[in-house]
């Protein structure tokens, strides 16, 4: 292996790590992909390939296919929610990289609220919608990635966007006042303020937490401001006082979140989604196995885990 293709697979791993999350919504999962197009890279005659970026998008893509279709059964045996795994997009030297309408586009497309409706694609639908709405990949690029002709190509796409359209969510852009609700939320909730908690939330809310069945968490969405509002005051004000507890502030898949630790262990991920001033839907991640890559994360750039998309 020469150093060159060393340099080459790593200059091109982050748009193969983007992909990768993107169409699986797990960390280790887009790892394991994105480590066996290495081994597809390290072997193939590189004389034969005459852009490598292509190529190794076209890999990295088909292997995640087949990784969404092994995956898929397991998740419908998953015990409670299924959210995907919360990473961390910025800030830091990696998010330095795109322009404000590249990165907001990147942001949005790795957003919970999104990557919980691509779940509801199929692995192809989800494929193109990522090549395409994500990254921008021509059409006939992604129809030789997927083996598939442009015309069926452009049909998927069609479809997969009008799904999308049709279940994202409405949410608020603006870092600041996302950011400003979700310490309201927290300080509410810590308080166990339930006014303070009804007064951020939009009447229709929805907490939706995910655990694995590896931690205390509803398993079923909760609805409703005042029913959130009531759970969380009588659940969080003991948590928060415990002396081990630390608080973080980061910005998750491309949104203002809150880390909670315990002893410096990762335990709680709260992510809110910001329609017309008020919380739409709160994202509790719980699951240990979903947290860990978020030990040492912190607010300082570069203090962070991995992978940054």
């Known amino acids: 292996m020469t150093a060159d293709a060393t340099e080459v697979f790593e200059e ?67 015990v409670g929610s299924w959210l995907p795994e919360p990473v961390i997009t910025g800030p830091g030297p990696a998010a330095q990289g795109p322009d404000g309408a590249e990165r907001a586009m990147l942001a949005e497309s790795v957003s919970l609220a999104v990557l919980v409706v691509l779940e509801s694609l199929s692995p192809l639908e989800r494929a193109v919608f990522v090549l395409r709405e994500a990254f921008g ?60 908690l009804v007064s951020v939330l939009a009447p229709d809310a929805r907490l939706v937490a995910d655990s694995g069945g590896a931690a205390k968490a509803p398993r079923r969405v909760v609805v409703g401001a005042d029913r959130i509002s009531r759970f969380l005051a009588a659940v969080a004000p003991d948590g928060m006082r415990d002396p081990a507890l630390g608080v973080r502030f980061l910005e998750l898949n491309g949104g203002p979140a809150v880390l909670l630790t315990v002893a410096g262990r990762p335990d709680t991920v709260f992510s ?3 329609a017309d001033g008020l919380v739409r839907t709160v994202h509790l991640i719980r699951n240990p196995a979903k947290l860990a890559h978020l030990a040492g994360a912190g607010e300082q750039p570069g203090v962070t885990g991995r992978p940054r998309l």
Not at 17 to 30: I, K, N
Not at 31 to 52: C, G, I, K, N, S
């Open 272 to 274: 809110l989604e910001v």
């Open 137 to 196: 990949f021509p059409y006939a690029e992604i129809a030789g990635t997927l083996e598939r002709s442009e015309t069926a190509v452009r049909q998927l796409a069609g479809r997969a966007r009008r799904h999308v359209a049709e279940r994202k969510p409405r949410f608020e852009v603006d870092p600041a006042l996302r950011r400003e609700l979700t310490e309201r939320f927290l300080k509410a909730a810590a308080e166990g303020d339930v006014r303070g």
């Open 12 to 78: 091109h791993r982050p748009v193969l790590e983007g992909v990768a999350y993107r169409m699986l919504g797990r960390v280790a999962d887009a790892e394991d992909v994105v480590q066996e197009a290495w081994l597809r890279w390290a072997a193939v005659d590189r004389a034969q390939v005459r852009e490598p970026r292509g190529y190794l998008v076209r890999v990295t893509t088909r292997l995640a296919v087949d990784r969404l279709r092994q995956v898929q059964s397991r998740r419908e045996a998953y």
